[in-house]
């Protein structure tokens, strides 16, 4: 019998579809591997249909910004699907759009797809949507969003009246950390705006000792010929307005990625992997790195 699929694509409320399988890019262009190497992993990724590629001006100081530049020179710009990040204390009047133009001088475009505040500062959280609006006006963005905003900072966005253009909110989310589950995840559905998983895979274990190895993650993965990899990235994916960003460096990593949505979790899966990781029964602060 074949395999079911997860949907490939996700759609924004702005009515635009994204891949729901991105590529982060913490720690790349930092020389932590070579460089070509990293360059072409992402250029891989993109080719498999990892057109999201997620980024920030904190990454590297602007270095993962510039890969991505680099990695992405030539291909075609209306294919790619670029995010990036401004700092909260570059969020306010006249520096987002300083940051902003930076950022795009990096990646070497003149557009962004989706612009977000990388977690909440000072600055309040109407002056950055109103900064964020006009650069949609300027056309210098496509539509923006937020990071690491719990439920309550999302009802106080709301009320600055501009909320409802936010189309996505990228918090942690991985098997070892559910807390979102419990409020963040649903509120966001109801409204439309995507849940951005950051570390789907847990920093490749490193945030949850045991994860990759657990007896019932690799139980699942058997069941379905997968890699224990992706049974934690299909495992933040079942939820249908979930994007997740996982980063990798190697060209093995980056197609064992792609190929996360290509099965699906079945209720004896779901069971399992909750009996060993189980599902926040209240609430839960949201999870950071
Ligand atoms: P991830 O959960 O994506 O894990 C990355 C690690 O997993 C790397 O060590 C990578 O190794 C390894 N890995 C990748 N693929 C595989 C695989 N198939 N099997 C085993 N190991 C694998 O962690 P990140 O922290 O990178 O999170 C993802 C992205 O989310 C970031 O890169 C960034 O873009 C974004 N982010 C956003 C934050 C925010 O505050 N908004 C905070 C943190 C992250 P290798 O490099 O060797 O391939």
Same mark, same amino acid.
């Given at each position: 019998?074949?395999?079911?699929?997860?949907?490939?694509?996700?759609?924004?409320?702005?009515?635009?579809?994204?891949?729901?399988?991105?590529?982060?890019?913490?720690?790349?262009?930092?020389? !932590?591997?070579? /460089?070509?190497? %990293?360059? @072409?992993?992402?250029?891989?990724?993109?080719?498999? +249909?990892?057109? *999201?590629?997620?980024?920030?001006?904190?990454?590297?100081?602007?270095?993962?910004?510039?890969?991505?530049?680099?990695?992405?020179?030539?291909?075609?710009?209306?294919?790619?699907?670029?995010?990036?990040?401004?700092?909260?204390?570059?969020?306010?009047?006249?520096?987002?759009?300083?940051?902003?133009?930076?950022?795009?001088?990096?990646?070497?475009?003149?557009?962004?797809?989706?612009?977000?505040?990388?977690?909440?500062?000072?600055?309040?959280?109407?002056?950055?949507?109103?900064?964020?609006?006009?650069?949609?006006?300027?056309?210098?963005?496509?539509?923006?969003?937020?990071?690491?905003?719990?439920?309550?900072?999302?009802?106080?966005?709301?009320?600055?009246?501009?909320?409802?253009?936010?189309?996505?909110?990228?918090?942690?989310?991985? !098997?070892?950390? /559910?807390?979102? %589950?419990? @409020?963040?995840?649903?509120?966001?559905?109801?409204? +439309?705006?995507? *849940?951005?998983?950051?570390?789907?895979?847990?920093?490749?274990?490193?945030?949850?000792?045991?994860?990759?190895?657990?007896?019932?993650?690799?139980?699942?993965?058997?069941?379905?010929?997968?890699?224990?990899?992706?049974?934690?990235?299909?495992?933040?994916?079942?939820?249908?307005?979930?994007?997740?960003?996982?980063?990798?460096?190697?060209?093995?990593?980056?197609?064992?990625?792609?190929?996360?949505?290509?099965?699906?979790?079945?209720?004896?899966?779901?069971?399992?992997?909750?009996?060993?990781?189980?599902?926040?029964?209240?609430?839960?602060?949201?999870?950071?790195?």
């Amino acid at each position: 019998m074949e395999e079911k699929k997860l949907a490939p694509t996700l759609r924004l409320l702005d009515g635009t579809e994204v891949p729901r399988l991105g590529q982060g890019t913490w720690y790349l262009g930092e020389g !932590l591997s070579p /460089r070509a190497q %990293e360059r @072409d992993t992402l250029r891989r990724g993109v080719e498999l +249909g990892m057109t *999201l590629i997620d980024t920030a001006e904190m990454y590297g100081d602007g270095q993962s910004e510039e890969l991505v530049g680099e990695a992405i020179r030539g291909l075609d710009r209306e294919q790619l699907f670029l995010v990036s990040k401004v700092y909260p204390f570059h969020a306010g009047r006249g520096q987002l759009e300083r940051s902003l133009e930076a950022s795009l001088r990096r990646l070497g475009t003149d557009y962004l797809d989706l612009y977000l505040l990388h977690w909440r500062g000072s600055v309040p959280l109407r002056e950055t949507a109103e900064e964020m609006e006009r650069q949609v006006q300027r056309g210098k963005i496509r539509r923006w969003g937020v990071s690491n905003l719990d439920w309550s900072d999302m009802e106080e966005l709301m009320e600055t009246g501009l909320g409802d253009h936010c189309v996505a909110d990228q918090v942690l989310y991985h !098997l070892g950390s /559910r807390g979102v %589950e419990y @409020d963040l995840q649903g509120w966001l559905a109801q409204r +439309g705006i995507a *849940l951005m998983a950051y570390c789907p895979l847990a920093q490749g274990g490193s945030l949850r000792r045991g994860l990759l190895s657990h007896p019932a993650v690799w139980e699942t993965a058997r069941n379905h010929g997968v890699t224990p990899a992706q049974v934690l990235l299909n495992f933040v994916l079942q939820r249908e307005n979930v994007v997740a960003i996982p980063k990798a460096s190697t060209a093995a990593h980056v197609e064992e990625n792609a190929g996360a949505l290509d099965f699906c979790l079945t209720e004896a899966d779901l069971q399992r992997l909750d009996g060993a990781f189980p599902p926040p029964s209240r609430p839960v602060p949201l999870d950071i790195v």
